[in-house]
């Protein structure tokens, strides 16, 4: 039994890129259906009644493109949708967050850890109601860094700036931490500045790879996985289509063919046929 | 003859706080209805189709509010949406970017003259634009500096941070230039830092209180000017008001009286009363 449906990933951006790469990474032969809302972006400084309604218009686009399973590749967007598309969506959804915990816990067993990520993603205890589920009584320290994700964008991700951004926020974490949840799709581009901020001997989990093992464990569970396939790949996003093949390719490491423009929000507006 | 209807005044964020500020002292009897699009902020990395459309449901949100005169407080919504608006909003409508380039002809008549926004503003040629108008043959720089805004927006307008990304934009201008436009909302917040890097012998133009002088000019001209008046304010954002009325004070100086959420879009989301 196999089904060759895609699998749709979405993101506030360009940072899912890096959830789409470990999937692709993990099955090779999946068709992968991308949509980055690139009009509505960023996420991670908005409210939660905000970032679910335009979670939701994502989901319906992507299930429009007949999606067999969603991964919503953003830790804003997991944090403050997930019980949402959970329950209406009327499709198999996974998010960043369960198998980023999952996979500190296990690498990093015991000992001081911290999460890092948007004030959004932050904000509402997600990362902290996960992990008493996963390790009851864990503690874990949350710090929003909300310049990682302008740095990485800009593709400043060494340098000066970078370290000084990298010290602004992890300085309370320095000699304190065993192990740190980048919790935020932007962030692995600035891994090495955080790395050598906080020493070597600190384990920086970068969730993507979790999410891709979690991704095909799903699949192979359901009966939804392809049988042996092309892996294609379709790239959507709500604005700027050019500026996201040019930071996009820096967060996948390859090009990305033609992403296609889409309008995924109903219209009111005078100007012409968008 | 008086005209008692408000002024409206919109922009992406916080930045047209600035403008506000500016207007309110110029017109202190005037009614100020202002409206940030805390929603879908910033303006500055999307393209001229979208910053249309946002800002086409911005004005007509401020429209039904039996606004007399249109304000765009923002130089991205200026560059891309001031015709459209000029055609078919059916008000009268000021935009942020021939204030600032009259004022900027004024104070520095000859000599190299840069402009400094978002990629967004910088893009159209909007400056070059107007300027040609106004001074024909006049040369001009733009440069984008993209990390400005979420720096003043995060209050680091001050610091290592702030210093070295004034750096890192500013170099080329340094010893090269007699005044520079700032051609954001954002940037007044970075003016003493801007200053320090370029030295005190460079004019920087910050075209809010232009603006002003432009609106008092035309409520004149079209006996649109309120009578003696209380100077009320109204404050409206479509996400966020919190985060808004703690950010919008640094931009303000003062604080701001209960800003009031709206949905200015039209909605496709079964996520609750929203």
Not at 224 to 248: C, I, M, N, S
């Amino acid at each position: 039994m196999s089904d060759s449906r895609p699998i749709g990933i979405f993101d506030s951006g360009v940072g899912g890129l890096t959830v789409l790469d470990a999937i692709r990474r993990e099955l090779p032969g999946e068709d992968l259906v991308y949509l980055g809302d690139t009009a509505r972006v960023p996420y991670g400084t908005r409210s939660a009644r905000v970032v679910a309604r335009y979670s939701w218009n994502n989901a319906c686009f992507l299930r429009d493109q007949n999606i067999k399973l969603l991964v919503v590749a953003c830790n804003t967007a997991t944090a403050m949708a997930l019980p949402l598309l959970h329950e209406r969506l009327g499709l198999p959804v996974l998010g960043v967050i369960e198998p980023g915990v999952r996979m500190a816990v296990e690498l990093i067993p015991e000992g001081p850890l911290a999460v890092i990520g948007t004030r959004g993603a932050m904000g509402g205890g997600a990362y902290n109601r996960v992990l008493e589920q996963v390790q009851p009584g864990r503690a874990l320290t949350s710090i929003p860094c909300p310049l990682f994700v302008p740095l990485a964008e800009e593709g400043l991700t060494s340098g000066i700036l970078a370290a000084e951004a990298v010290r602004l926020y992890l300085e309370p974490l320095r000699g304190h931490v065993r192990g740190v949840i980048l919790g935020c799709t932007h962030y692995p581009l600035l891994k090495a500045e955080i790395s050598s901020f906080l020493g070597p001997e600190v384990v920086l989990v970068d969730s993507s790879t979790a999410v891709a093992g979690e991704t095909a464990r799903l699949l192979a569970r359901s009966g939804l996985a392809a049988g042996p396939g092309k892996g294609g790949e379709r790239y959507f996003v709500t604005d700027a289509p050019g500026a996201f093949q040019v930071v996009g390719q820096r967060f996948l490491g390859r090009a990305i063919a033609g992403p296609e423009l889409v309008d995924i929000q109903p219209l009111n507006y005078p100007g012409g046929e968008s």
